[in-house]
């Protein structure tokens, strides 16, 4: 599955040079994650993935009953000036209830020219088994594609 942008969010009212800060968003079953790309001319994001772990820290809760989240992701620029991204993600259950959500941390830092970078949110608190029951995430990346 492929997005190019303009994928959805432009909206007659923005500004001309805010066109090209369009959000694309992409909804899609969990098991296809390894197949999803947004692609523009400036910015690739793909490699998106999702596990469950556990941290041998202190600040974990006690209840046994509560893990983990990771979602991550990669974005290549491809252009040969920074460029900005934030990926917002929402995970669903098969009746599309919402189980968890994330901003992927450092999506506002500019990716360096030709360069790629990892994202992820790895400190979502949910229960056990939430990766298994998460069955659609929907992905909103918004930047200088």
Not at 117 to 132: M, R
Request: net charge negative.
């Amino acid at each position: 599955m492929i997005a190019q942008q303009p994928t959805i969010g432009h909206s007659k009212s923005l500004p001309s040079q805010d066109v090209e800060q369009m959000q694309n968003l992409i909804e899609a079953k969990t098991a296809d994650l390894d197949e999803i790309a947004i692609k523009g001319d400036r910015l690739v994001v793909n490699n998106f993935s999702i596990r469950e772990w556990v941290r041998d820290r202190d600040d974990m809760p006690e209840d046994k009953a509560l893990i983990l989240l990771e979602f991550s992701c990669s974005i290549k620029n491809k252009s040969d000036q920074p460029r900005r991204v934030s990926i917002i993600v929402v995970g669903f259950d098969e009746k599309k209830s919402p189980l968890w959500a994330a901003h992927l941390r450092g999506g506002l830092r500019a990716i360096s020219a030709h360069s790629t970078a990892t994202l992820n949110e790895y400190d979502i608190v949910v229960p056990v088994g939430t990766k298994d029951n998460t069955a659609i995430v929907r992905i909103s990346a918004f930047g200088d594609f």
